[in-house]
């Protein structure tokens, strides 16, 4: 690993779209860090093979193997802590985490949430928008607290809904966006620019806005 690289840690359930626009990021140079290792709560996650294609370290970590959900996520602590990890990744990852897990490493979290929060927090956030008329949808990264997809927003990137769209045609969109944004934020935090203090999300030196960075305002 050469100097300065901040290491990382990828967790996913599934696809694992976001996860390789991270690998050709890190591979491009374009991010400052080395995806140390990738950890899955699906044993089936297609990510896990995009992590081995590219020669990542990756555990899967299933739920019926621990009592309840506090000991598995003490068993990911602890794994991510001895992998000495400066900032996590959720990508995709579909399972709460829980709130000791989140003080231990409380401000070197971040996750991708597809909307536009602080609207539509939670599941089902396409056919959520798409049923209250929304005319537009998006992605927004965000550092993660114990609240679910509400903590400090970093980045976000706004789509169009049309009204002959169907949610796939949405979907398709967004995603588009979050293999675009997510690289951009990481690379950020790697190049040391971005921190989360006292809750606030801080680039070079300046509190985001609360809808995080806005290049046109
Ligand atoms: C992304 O759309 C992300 O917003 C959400 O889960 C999806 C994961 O997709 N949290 P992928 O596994 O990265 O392809």
């Known amino acids: 690993m050469k100097s300065g690289m901040i290491r990382m840690a ?8 976001n996860l390789q626009a ?5 591979d491009s140079g374009k991010i400052n860090g080395e995806i140390v290792t990738v950890v899955s709560n699906k044993a089936d996650a297609y990510g896990l093979q995009r992590a081995q294609q590219a020669g990542i370290e990756n555990r899967t970590f299933l739920r019926n193997a621990y009592a309840d959900n506090q000991t598995m996520d003490l068993a990911i602590a602890d794994y991510l802590q001895q992998c000495k ?16 897990f989140i003080q231990r490493f ?17 599941l089902d956030t396409y056919r959520r928008a798409m049923e209250a008329g929304d005319q537009q949808h998006g992605t927004t990264v965000h550092f993660v607290n ?8 970093v980045l ?3 789509v169009p809904i049309f009204s002959d769209d169907q949610v796939e045609d949405v979907v398709e969109r967004v995603k588009a966006q979050e293999l675009q944004i997510y690289p951009l934020v990481v690379s950020w935090f790697a190049q040391g620019r971005l921190q989360l203090l006292d809750g606030k999300a801080w680039l070079d030196g300046e509190a985001l806005p609360p809808n995080g960075y806005a290049a046109d305002e």
Do not use: F, W
């Open 106 to 122: 409380s401000d070197r979290i971040l996750n991708i949430h597809p909307s536009l929060l602080p609207k539509y927090p939670g």
């Open 85 to 100: 990890v400066d900032l996590i990744v959720l990508a995709g990852y579909m399972k709460i985490l829980t709130a000791a």
């Open 156 to 158: 976000q990137a706004k």
């Open 22 to 26: 991270l690998i050709d990021a890190c």
């Open 146 to 153: 114990e609240e679910v997809d509400a903590g400090a927003i």
């Open 10 to 17: 990828v967790l996913i359930s599934g696809e694992g779209g």
